[in-house]
C-alpha cells in the first residue's frame, strides 16, 4: 500500500490538476495509521511534495494521530500540530517552515479555505500538496471535502477506509445521492480485508450464532 501511494505521488503531474490519487481498503485494526505515516513520511523525504496533510474528521482523532504520528517519527519535531484554522494557514503558508507533515482536522481545512481570500491563499495553491484522509467513509464525503477541492485544486487525495461506499451501499444524504469512495478519491491502490487479517494471524476470528 505503501509503495503504492509513493508511486502515484512520484509519476503524477502536477499540472493537470487530478486530485484522485486513490484509496486503500483496510480491515480495522490492521494499522492503518501507522501505513499512513510510514506514505506521509517516505513521500516528504523524497521531495516530491511540498507537504503532507494528515486529515481527520474529529478532533479525538486528531490527537491520537499526532501521539501516533510523534511516536513512529525519527524527530518529533518533523510532524506538526495546527491549534486553529489561523495557525494552519500559518505553518502551510510560511517558506521558513520546513517540517512537512502536518496533521489537522478537516474542519479546520474548511475553514480555512472559507476565512482566507484567493491571494492569501496563493502560495499555497502553488505548492505540491498530498492530503491523506483517515476514516475516508465517514463526514469526508459532506460539503467540507467539496469546499477543500475546489479551494485546493492542485492538490492530490488518498483515502483510508475500512469500510469504502460503492454505489450498492452508497444510499441519499439530505440533498442528493451520496458519492462513493472511488468517485472520491479515484482507484483502490490496496486491499487488507478481515479475512486477510485472520488468515495471517493478525486479528482473532469470530463466529456469529
Same mark, same amino acid.
Given at each position: 500500500?505503501?509503495?503504492?501511494?509513493?508511486?502515484?505521488?512520484?509519476?503524477?503531474?502536477?499540472?493537470?490538476?487530478?486530485?484522485?490519487?486513490?484509496?486503500?481498503?483496510?480491515t480495522t485494526g490492521?494499522?492503518?495509521?501507522?501505513?499512513?505515516?510510514?506514505?506521509?513520511?517516505?513521500?516528504?523525504?523524497?521531495?516530491?511534495?511540498?507537504?503532507?496533510?494528515?486529515?481527520?474528521?474529529?478532533?479525538?482523532?486528531?490527537?491520537?494521530?499526532?501521539?501516533?504520528?510523534?511516536?513512529?517519527?525519527?524527530?518529533?519535531?518533523?510532524?506538526?500540530?495546527?491549534?486553529?484554522?489561523?495557525?494552519?494557514? %500559518?505553518k502551510l503558508s510560511?517558506?521558513?517552515?520546513?517540517?512537512?507533515? =502536518?496533521?489537522?482536522?478537516? @474542519?479546520?481545512?474548511?475553514?480555512?479555505?472559507?476565512?482566507?481570500?484567493?491571494?492569501?491563499?496563493?502560495?499555497?495553491?502553488?505548492?505540491?500538496?498530498? %492530503?491523506? %484522509?483517515?476514516?475516508?467513509?465517514?463526514?469526508?464525503?459532506?460539503?467540507?471535502?467539496?469546499?477543500?477541492?475546489?479551494?485546493?485544486?492542485?492538490? %492530490?487525495?488518498?483515502?483510508?477506509?475500512?469500510?469504502?461506499?460503492?454505489?450498492?451501499?452508497?444510499?441519499?444524504?439530505?440533498?442528493?445521492?451520496?458519492?462513493?469512495?472511488?468517485?472520491?478519491?479515484?482507484? @483502490?491502490?490496496?486491499?487488507?480485508?478481515? =479475512?486477510?487479517?485472520?488468515?495471517?494471524?493478525? =486479528?482473532?476470528?469470530?463466529?456469529?450464532?
Amino acid at each position: 500500500a505503501t509503495s503504492r501511494i509513493c508511486d502515484k505521488v512520484t509519476n503524477h503531474d502536477w499540472n493537470i490538476n487530478d486530485q484522485l490519487g486513490g484509496y486503500i481498503f483496510h480491515t480495522t485494526g490492521s494499522g492503518k495509521t501507522m501505513t499512513s505515516f510510514k506514505s506521509a513520511q517516505l513521500i516528504a523525504d523524497s521531495g516530491e511534495a511540498d507537504k503532507v496533510i494528515f486529515l481527520v474528521d474529529r478532533i479525538e482523532l486528531g490527537t491520537q494521530s499526532l501521539k501516533n504520528y510523534r511516536a513512529f517519527a525519527t524527530n518529533e519535531d518533523d510532524v506538526q500540530d495546527t491549534k486553529t484554522a489561523n495557525d494552519l494557514f %500559518i505553518k502551510l503558508s510560511n517558506p521558513d517552515n520546513a517540517a512537512p507533515l =502536518v496533521v489537522t482536522s478537516i @474542519q479546520k481545512m474548511s475553514e480555512l479555505a472559507n476565512r482566507k481570500t484567493d491571494e492569501e491563499l496563493r502560495n499555497i495553491r502553488n505548492m505540491r500538496i498530498v %492530503i491523506i %484522509i483517515d476514516e475516508a467513509h465517514r463526514s469526508t464525503f459532506g460539503d467540507m471535502l467539496s469546499i477543500i477541492k475546489e479551494t485546493f485544486p492542485n492538490a %492530490i487525495f488518498f483515502g483510508f477506509t475500512g469500510t469504502p461506499i460503492f454505489a450498492a451501499n452508497a444510499g441519499k444524504g439530505k440533498h442528493m445521492e451520496l458519492l462513493t469512495t472511488p468517485q472520491t478519491f479515484g482507484d @483502490q491502490l490496496h486491499t487488507y480485508t478481515i =479475512v486477510d487479517a485472520i488468515n495471517d494471524g493478525n =486479528v482473532l476470528p469470530f463466529r456469529i450464532d
